[in-house]
């Protein structure tokens, strides 16, 4: 069997994508799997680390607003769009697939939309409580709805269409311990601090970790492990941070401009800092480590926070508002949380009841459901 795997511009997109096709790998050894990613974007070198073929196309996406910069903006993505959905139609003609899913991006329009055109069975999951535009679009297009939380089948024109079926979550983040975690970063007991502001760095948050980190460095009184995000040049201007907070040299902080092992990073730590995506929560549940959550503001229909308070009325996270987030108010809620580890192991556990492992199994049986009726009523 052939699946077809639509994905992109962030990892909260990707790692869905790829903890599925890792689940069909592992029960279909034989099935082959590919992505279609937007040409340029992370997808295109994420991806391929997990061992999975991708072919990139053209991407537009559409703006909202009717000013007039924005208008011409859309005009100018109208033509990406036409080009995108004539390559996605050529993968899906020359690809074959008996099912295809798409996780979050501007690429799923066009992928999905061409499958959907040449009668291959096409599945959306939306990771955050409220859709995006992209969504919205396809709605109607798809064959199956998936959504992470059972709150949000209500906002959909079909109810019926839409299953709820949790958040899928890439292999390794129920499997390792917080021993096993240390070990593979080569840590010592000191307690560890994971931040992340997303695969493309935040650069509020990077400002008030730099004050963090050096704060610890004065004291050692943890390991910080932070994710830059925005490659290279994020983590220079990281590095630009910390000098002008005053460390010359660090020796309790990692800086890397990417988390590939995120499974092991999360399960090493005692305390993670982090944005509230869909995806990051599910891992969170998944792992099940105390959190400080940091809502990004400018999220479509401020989803983000809504996502955050589903895991702060169950227990398991902190929220630190953005426009609350300096480094004393950061400092002071990393140091109180730390002082207490039967707090911590709390969260932890009540991010645990929120967990739905069975996410992927659903998923992919859908998946194969759906394809097993084309094949019956072709």
Same mark, same amino acid.
């Given at each position: 069997?052939?699946?077809?795997?639509?994905?992109?511009? *962030?990892?909260?997109?990707?790692?869905?994508?790829?903890?599925?096709?890792?689940?069909?790998?592992?029960?279909?050894? !034989?099935?082959?799997?590919?992505?279609?990613?937007?040409?340029?974007?992370?997808?295109?070198?994420?991806?391929?680390?997990?061992?999975?073929?991708?072919?990139?196309?053209?991407? &537009?996406?559409?703006?909202?607003?009717?000013?007039?910069?924005?208008?011409?903006?859309?005009?100018?993505?109208?033509?990406?769009?036409?080009?995108?959905?004539? +390559?996605?139609?050529?993968?899906?003609?020359?690809?074959?697939?008996?099912?295809?899913?798409?996780?979050?991006?501007?690429?799923?329009?066009?992928?999905?939309?061409?499958?959907?055109?040449?009668?291959?069975?096409?599945?959306?999951? +939306?990771?955050?409580?409220?859709?995006?535009?992209?969504?919205?679009?396809?709605?109607?297009?798809?064959?199956?709805?998936?959504?992470?939380? !059972? +709150?949000?089948?209500?906002?959909?024109?079909?109810?019926?269409?839409?299953? *709820?079926?949790?958040?899928?979550?890439?292999?390794?983040?129920?499997?390792?311990?917080?021993?096993?975690?240390?070990?593979?970063?080569?840590?010592?007991?000191?307690?560890?601090?994971?931040?992340?502001?997303?695969?493309?760095?935040?650069?509020?948050?990077?400002?008030?970790?730099?004050?963090?980190?050096?704060?610890?460095?004065?004291? &050692?009184?943890?390991?910080?492990?932070?994710?830059?995000?925005?490659?290279?040049?994020?983590?220079?201007?990281?590095?630009?941070?910390?000098?002008?907070?005053?460390?010359?040299?660090?020796?309790?902080?990692?800086?890397?401009?990417?988390?590939?092992?995120?499974?092991?990073?999360?399960?090493?730590?005692?305390?993670?800092?982090?944005?509230?995506?869909?995806? *990051?929560?599910?891992?969170?549940?998944?792992?099940?480590?105390?959190?400080?959550?940091?809502?990004?503001?400018?999220?479509?229909?401020?989803?983000?926070?809504?996502?955050?308070? /589903?895991?702060?009325?169950?227990?398991?996270?902190?929220?630190? /508002?953005?426009?609350? /987030?300096?480094?004393?108010?950061?400092?002071?809620?990393?140091?109180?949380?730390?002082? !207490?580890?039967?707090?911590?192991?709390?969260?932890?556990?009540?991010?645990?009841?929120?967990?739905?492992? !069975?996410?992927?199994?659903?998923?992919?049986?859908?998946?194969?459901?759906?394809?097993?009726?084309?094949?019956?009523?072709?």
């Amino acid at each position: 069997m052939r699946f077809l795997f639509a994905c992109g511009g *962030t990892g909260g997109h990707i790692n869905p994508a790829v903890a599925a096709a890792q689940r069909i790998r592992a029960l279909m050894p !034989d099935a082959e799997c590919l992505f279609v990613g937007a040409s340029g974007n992370m997808e295109m070198d994420l991806v391929p680390r997990e061992g999975f073929p991708i072919r990139g196309i053209t991407v &537009g996406n559409l703006h909202r607003s009717l000013k007039p910069k924005e208008i011409v903006h859309n005009l100018r993505s109208a033509g990406r769009l036409s080009r995108g959905l004539h +390559e996605a139609g050529r993968i899906v003609e020359e690809f074959r697939p008996d099912a295809a899913l798409g996780t979050g991006g501007y690429v799923c329009f066009p992928v999905l939309r061409a499958a959907a055109a040449r009668g291959v069975p096409t599945l959306l999951h +939306e990771a955050n409580a409220m859709p995006g535009l992209t969504t919205r679009m396809l709605e109607k297009h798809v064959d199956r709805m998936m959504v992470a939380f !059972d +709150e949000s089948r209500s906002v959909y024109k079909d109810p019926e269409k839409v299953l *709820t079926v949790g958040m899928p979550v890439r292999s390794g983040f129920r499997e390792l311990s917080r021993a096993e975690g240390r070990a593979r970063l080569g840590l010592d007991e000191r307690p560890l601090v994971l931040s992340f502001g997303g695969s493309l760095g935040a650069r509020r948050l990077n400002t008030a970790v730099a004050s963090l980190a050096a704060e610890n460095e004065k004291t &050692g009184a943890f390991r910080l492990l932070h994710a830059c995000g925005g490659g290279e040049a994020g983590l220079a201007d990281m590095q630009a941070l910390l000098a002008g907070a005053g460390v010359k040299e660090a020796n309790y902080t990692l800086l890397r401009p990417y988390i590939y092992d995120m499974p092991a990073a999360m399960a090493a730590a005692d305390l993670i800092l982090c944005r509230a995506g869909a995806s *990051t929560l599910g891992e969170l549940c998944a792992v099940g480590r105390a959190a400080v959550l940091v809502p990004y503001p400018y999220a479509t229909a401020n989803h983000q926070e809504k996502n955050a308070r /589903l895991l702060e009325a169950a227990g398991g996270a902190r929220i630190l /508002l953005d426009e609350d /987030l300096t480094p004393e108010t950061l400092g002071r809620l990393v140091k109180e949380l730390l002082a !207490d580890p039967a707090a911590l192991e709390a969260m932890g556990k009540a991010q645990r009841r929120l967990d739905r492992p !069975d996410a992927l199994d659903v998923i992919v049986e859908e998946m194969l459901r759906l394809s097993g009726e084309k094949k019956r009523n072709p």
